[in-house]
């Protein structure tokens, strides 16, 4: 267990729905990361946030947001799904600076 | 465009021979680099965190240099093993070369950006 905790670790949904997934970051770490990894794609930087605040954005689509929460978990949200957006995506945490811990990801498969 | 380029051929190696991975960037100007390990399926772990001022970090069977003339690192597994194999992935933090801070915007040095990865393969 890193410390990181993502739900739901699986998640099948159809095309033009809506899914939230929920990352709990580590114990006293304050930025919580979001990636998005595809099956032939590297990791791929999506949002971050410090402490309930945006701190960076990447190449996050517009039918995708992200939150956090007083209690620093953090909400991704993804609308009007499509089949390209099937993919994992990995919640991470840091202190500052330092390396990241990841959760195991959840994997969504849109059909 | 800011690049990191790692080799995205597998690597083969007999099992008690050195593994050695490479990273190469351009358009950074990193303070640290980081490698981590992925296995199938699961996230990356952090392995190993070099500052820009350190040629050369170990940790156990671990070792990284990082030049930044050369804006190379290299990964080292010595005696390596079957539970080496996985993949291998380099990742950086910024700041971004000046001239690329414009154009990124503010709070873009923070994030982590990384490579592709590289496949470890260890036989017996």
């Known amino acids: 267990d890193s410390g990181v905790t993502q739900t739901p670790k699986h998640l099948i949904t159809a095309t033009g729905q809506r899914v939230t997934l929920r990352c709990s970051p580590r114990s006293g770490d304050l930025s919580v990361y979001w990636y998005q990894q595809s099956l032939d794609q590297g990791l791929q930087f999506l949002i971050q946030y410090y402490n309930g605040e945006e701190r960076a954005k990447g190449n996050i689509l517009e039918r995708f947001s992200a939150q956090q929460f007083p209690d620093l978990h953090s909400e991704l949200n993804l609308s009007s799904l499509e089949l390209g957006d099937s993919a994992l995506y990995f919640c991470?945490?840091?202190?500052?600076?330092?390396?990241?811990?990841f959760g195991s990801g959840t994997r969504l498969t849109v059909v | 465009s800011q690049k990191i380029e790692q080799n995205s051929e597998a690597l083969n190696i007999q099992e008690g021979k050195t593994a050695t991975l490479t990273c190469n960037y351009t358009n950074y100007s990193p303070a640290y680099l980081q490698w981590y390990r992925q296995d199938p399926g699961r996230g990356p772990v952090f392995l190993l965190l070099i500052r820009e001022n350190e040629k050369e970090k170990r940790k156990e069977r671990l070792k990284v240099t990082f030049d930044t003339t050369l804006k190379q690192s290299l990964f080292h597994i010595t005696a390596s093993q079957p539970a080496d194999s996985a993949t291998y992935l380099c990742?950086?933090?910024?700041?971004?070369?000046?001239?690329?801070?414009?154009?990124?915007?503010?709070?873009?040095?923070?994030?982590?950006?990384f490579g592709t990865g590289t496949r470890l393969q260890v036989t017996l």
């Open positions: 990742a950086l933090r910024g700041p971004l070369c000046s001239r690329h801070k414009q154009a990124s915007g503010a709070g873009t040095a923070s994030k982590l950006t």
């Open positions: 991470a945490s840091s202190p500052s600076p330092g390396g990241y811990t």
